[in-house]
């Protein structure tokens, strides 16, 4: 515990200590970062210095010791400065980096978030709506895959569309694919108990060691539109 007068703080003062060791003789110190002239504890050995007395402290940058210092004796610099919650984040002309995990509790205003289209940024935005019904929502480490059916083509398979971006009314079908994770096709994943689930692709492949589980009560069927002959 250092000796001398002690330091109490208000609640929007900040402070921070800094630390050096001595040389023989040593008398002037930098202090890393600077300081609030008047906004500074000196310590040496663990005793308080008075400012004036023992030190002087002009310049915001360094610390003179009016008695040299011996080799290997330990200096704190205590700093303190004024804290505000408003002055934790800069200003909206600035730009700031902000280390370790953020947490908002309430409505965070402002924040846009990239979107990409097959892995192609088409902009950014602060509300994504989706419409229709059949969106499936895939987290992908930071990344939320997101599968929209229908919307476009003739209804079936993926949609094709104009060299502008827009629809047109025809769609492909591939002939194969595969399955490359496992799943299980129940209540949670595949609607109600009573429900068909289907590919319109005529030929599935299921990777070795891959599992798929059709739940109890669930009808699989693999080329609904029996096109695989065509």
């Known amino acids: 515990m250092a000796i001398g007068r002690p330091v109490s ?6 402070s921070k200590t800094i630390s050096a060791t001595a040389t023989a003789s040593q008398t002037l110190f930098t202090v890393t970062g600077g300081y ?16 004036g007395t023992d030190y002087t402290a002009r310049d915001g940058a360094s610390v003179t010791l009016l008695s040299a210092a011996t080799e290997g004796d330990v200096l704190e610099f205590q700093i303190f400065d004024d804290f505000r919650v408003a002055d934790a984040i800069v200003s909206a002309e600035s730009d700031q980096t902000i280390y370790g995990n953020l947490t908002v509790t309430g409505t ?6 990239g979107i990409q289209s097959a892995g192609t940024s088409v902009g950014s935005a602060t509300t994504l709506n989706f419409i229709g019904v059949g969106n499936t929502f895939a987290v992908n480490g930071n990344t939320i895959d997101i599968s929209i059916a229908g919307g476009g083509g003739g209804g079936l398979g ?19 694919a595969t399955v490359g ?9 595949a609607g109600e108990s009573s429900s068909i689930i289907v590919s319109v692709i005529p030929n599935i492949t299921i990777e070795s060691g891959v599992g798929v589980t059709v739940g109890a009560g669930k009808t699989m069927i693999i080329d609904v539109l029996q096109i695989g002959d065509l």
């Open 36 to 51: 609030r002239i008047n906004q500074l504890a000196v310590f040496r050995n663990g005793v308080r210095l008075v400012d």
């Open 9 to 14: 703080l208000t609640s929007n003062v900040a």
């Open 108 to 113: 965070l205003t402002g924040a846009s978030i």
């Open 158 to 176: 993926t949609a094709i569309n104009y060299a502008n971006g827009t629809a047109t009314p025809f769609s492909y079908i591939d002939r194969e």
């Open 181 to 189: 994770q496992s799943i299980v096709l129940d209540t949670l994943t």
